[in-house]
């Protein structure tokens, strides 16, 4: 059901010209850390609070006619969801999507809001969400739009480093030579690995759902451990990445880095009291990493803050509790 093509640069530079024609750049914002200056690409403001609006638009203009009257079958926690329900409205496809029962209600109903179908899968209670999105995608005869493991996704996400290239090039003399990320299954990191060859890339997780920071270290795909801990990064929860992704991170990515849920707080609390920006946790993570101290900053650092779709009481909580 996954296509099976590598994605290339080619395709990384033609989807930044295809989100290009429909979308502006979001600023690329400059934060001052440890005497450096990092930039920070505010990817929380676009029209789905995330980057993963790339992905999906790359993807499903990639359709044949007959695909898109079929109609489309995505799976999220609430950010490609957006995406894909954006990209579908606007192309006038059916679009499904396979959601877990514990998202945070504000994604579940921007999903809805955008004219997507959601299936509500168990997470809690072990579904299997692939298994639903395939069951669904065989019954409609309808397209699998998967997360990260899609060469459409992983180039159109990548227009994200494209994007941070041109701006820091501007901003900062040069292109960056770090990049920092958060990482769920690997398709933004991926990306960006396509987009920035001369860059390094670092996926940022959270603490107990770390699997592509120990499968960069083992050499081998590694899933999420069954004891995996509760965390408000619902946006990067993800079992385990896919060779597609695995191929690309093991030969561009060093290592990885895990954050605390306490650290990711405090990357956004920062981010909102120095950027004015509203940033879910899972969006929060590359910049809780950097604010540790747990990655030695180049002379041109950049960090994706991606996505801003956080429940207002939940970040009313972060905002007004100090660790």
């Known amino acids: 059901m996954i296509p099976t093509r590598a994605p290339t640069t080619e395709g990384v530079a033609l989807a ?5 024609e429909i979308l502006p750049a979001p600023p690329l914002l400059p934060l001052e850390v440890e005497g450096r200056t990092i930039w920070c690409k505010a990817e929380c403001l676009q029209p789905v609070g995330a980057f993963k609006i790339r992905g999906a638009w790359h993807r499903l203009t990639a359709l044949t006619q007959a695909e898109r ?15 894909v329900a954006w990209a579908a409205r606007r192309l006038g496809v059916k679009a499904a999507i396979v959601m877990p029962v514990d998202a945070p209600e504000v994604k579940l109903a921007n999903t809805r809001a955008l004219g997507a179908e959601v299936v509500l899968y168990d997470r809690p209670g072990g579904e299997d969400r692939d298994e639903v999105a395939e069951r669904l995608c065989k019954e409609r005869e ?9 060469p459409w996704i992983i180039e159109g996400q990548g227009s994200t480093g494209t994007e941070i290239a041109a701006q820091m090039a501007v901003l900062a ?15 933004l990191t991926a990306g960006l690995a396509l987009a920035c060859p001369n860059a390094r890339i670092v996926p940022v ?3 107990g759902w770390d699997d ?5 270290a083992a050499g081998r795909i590694e899933r999420v451990l069954p004891d995996a801990p509760a965390t408000a990064c619902d946006a ?18 060093p290592f990885g880095v895990a954050v605390s849920a306490a650290e990711v707080r405090a990357a956004q609390r920062l981010a909102f009291a120095k950027l004015r920006l509203v940033v879910e946790p899972g969006g929060a993570a590359g910049l809780a990493a950097v604010l540790a101290g747990k990655i030695t900053l180049s002379e041109r650092s950049a960090v994706v803050l991606s996505g801003g779709n956080t429940d207002a009481r939940a970040f009313v909580r972060v905002l007004s509790t100090a660790d």
């Open 173 to 187: 003399g040069g292109p960056p030579e770090l990049i920092v990320a958060p990482c769920g299954g690997g398709g």
């Open 69 to 83: 009257t079929a109609g489309v079958v995505g799976v999220s926690s609430g950010n490609h969801a957006q995406g």
């Open 212 to 216: 592509v920071c120990r499968s960069l």
């Open 142 to 150: 309808a397209t699998l739009v998967h997360a990260y493991a899609d």
């Open 16 to 20: 930044a010209r295809k989100v290009a």
């Open 205 to 207: 997780e959270p603490e």
């Open 236 to 253: 990067l929860q993800t079992p385990a990445t896919r060779p597609i992704n695995f191929a690309i991170l093991q030969e561009r990515c």
